[in-house]
């Protein structure tokens, strides 16, 4: 899944465990023989559910709603499949770099398992750097990404629930962030351009080029401020902590000019090529919000729904990431600060944003399934039998999604030197 997320996962575990303590549905798949009658045999006795394996239900006699729920349960399932590829993808990039166990790292998706393997293995790893550089750690600060949904996504997923949107009510409908589009005329605001595209602004990621203030890492130009702990106004072999004017390769809290690994925000000059956030003289095309897309008149089901059916569409830029060495110098901890730079955003978008956005959807469709016995008991033995591959879904889906965001949380611990493998 693209996420193109001092305590993190604490911070983010909790609504994904609320997800099966807020459905009664959830306790247990056991809850499907309590069925009165014939019902209940009849999801003991029955097949299984080849349906949910396609995600196409449409030949299941059972009404809208009940349907809805089937898929958004299945898409729910796809989604933590693939949002643990990308975690061990991610982990593994960052192990092969550390020269982590490579069996470990070569793990496939089980439910979190294989996450937590593969992420284990690299915080083992930087726990041995670590230590080996006298286990003073390193400062590491991370900040929150923004993820952006897609509003035009959303409102024909809309348009089957019959509440269409209209642009009027898409700001009020932003709840938490703001309405951003691409404009083909003036831009007056704020202008955010893609990770790599020519910056002059504030930088997410790591900026390469020069930084007027707050800079942290490698600096080919003149230094101003200190170098590996020391004052200086010029060449720095080591970790600049200031200011550089040229062929920076680092943090950057100031103004970035030059390229930007994640996303830019900069403040418009009439065009803008990316994102404008703000007012638009020309025509708004592709609107996105960085908060949750909430409309009113659209109902909980709905909106779960089709958090879900678009999450594939909801891009989270990468956190910024600042990283200084607190051990002594070694070579092996150049190699770990420069591989974090590159792979620690990757890993805290899964963690702060993308598992954060899947957990809230799972969380609004898991609630559903209190209502929905009744309406599959009417489509007969099949249906609910595929009522209990939904429930069992969903429950796995829950416990995987809290695995990794665990997998996720503890390299980032790792490396403040708090956290060990496993998390």
Not at 172 to 201: L, M, N, P, Q
Not at 339 to 356: N, Y
């Amino acid at each position: 899944m693209p996420v193109r997320h001092p305590m993190f996962w604490k911070r983010f575990a909790a609504p994904f465990a609320l997800i099966a303590l807020g459905s009664p549905m959830l306790g247990s798949c056991a809850q499907l023989k309590g069925l009165p009658g014939p019902a209940g045999d009849l999801a003991d006795a029955a097949g299984g559910c080849d349906e949910f394996a396609s995600g196409n239900f449409g030949d299941l006699k059972i009404d809208t709603n009940a349907k809805g729920f089937l898929k958004a349960s299945h898409d729910f399932k796809k989604l933590t499949v693939d949002l643990e590829a990308d975690l061990i993808a991610s982990c593994k990039e960052l192990g092969n770099a550390i020269g982590a166990d490579e069996k470990a790292l070569d793990t496939n998706p089980d439910n979190g398992e294989g996450a937590r393997r593969a992420c284990g293995a690299v915080s083992a790893k930087i726990d041995a750097i670590l230590t080996a550089s006298g286990g003073g750690g390193l400062d590491v600060q991370i900040s929150n990404p923004k993820c952006y949904a897609d509003i035009e996504a959303l409102n024909k997923c809309f348009a089957k629930c019959g509440a269409v949107i209209s642009p009027g009510e898409f700001k009020a409908s932003c709840k938490g962030g703001e309405i951003s589009a691409k404009c083909d005329g003036s831009c007056s605001g704020t202008c955010r351009v893609e990770a790599g595209a020519d910056c002059k602004g504030s930088c997410s990621g790591s900026c390469s080029g020069s930084c007027e203030a707050g800079f942290s890492g490698k600096c080919g130009g003149n230094c101003d401020g200190t170098c590996d702990g020391k004052n200086t106004k010029g060449k720095c072999a080591g970790t600049c902590d200031g200011k550089c004017d040229a062929k920076a390769e680092g943090s950057c809290k100031g103004t970035c000019s030059g390229s930007c690994s994640a996303s830019c925000e900069m403040k418009a000059q009439a065009e803008c090529k990316g994102q404008c956030e703000g007012e638009c003289t020309g025509k708004a095309e592709a609107p996105k919000c960085s908060g949750e897309f909430e409309p009113p008149k659209v109902d909980l089901a709905c909106r779960s729904n089709c958090s879900l059916e678009t999450m594939g569409d909801v891009k989270c830029d990468p956190p910024g990431v600042t990283l200084r060495a607190k051990g002594k110098a070694s070579a092996d901890l150049d190699k770990l600060i420069a591989a974090l730079r590159v792979s620690l955003p990757k890993i805290a978008a899964i963690q702060l944003g993308a598992a954060e956005k899947l957990g809230k959807a799972g969380a609004g469709v898991a609630a559903q399934g209190q209502g929905m016995v009744s309406a599959a008991s009417s489509g007969g033995a099949k249906a609910l039998v595929c009522l209990k591959a939904a429930i069992q879904a969903n429950l796995e889906a829950t416990a995987s999604v809290n695995v990794n965001v665990k997998a996720s949380a503890s390299v980032s611990g790792s490396a403040k030197g708090q956290a060990k493998a496993g998390g």
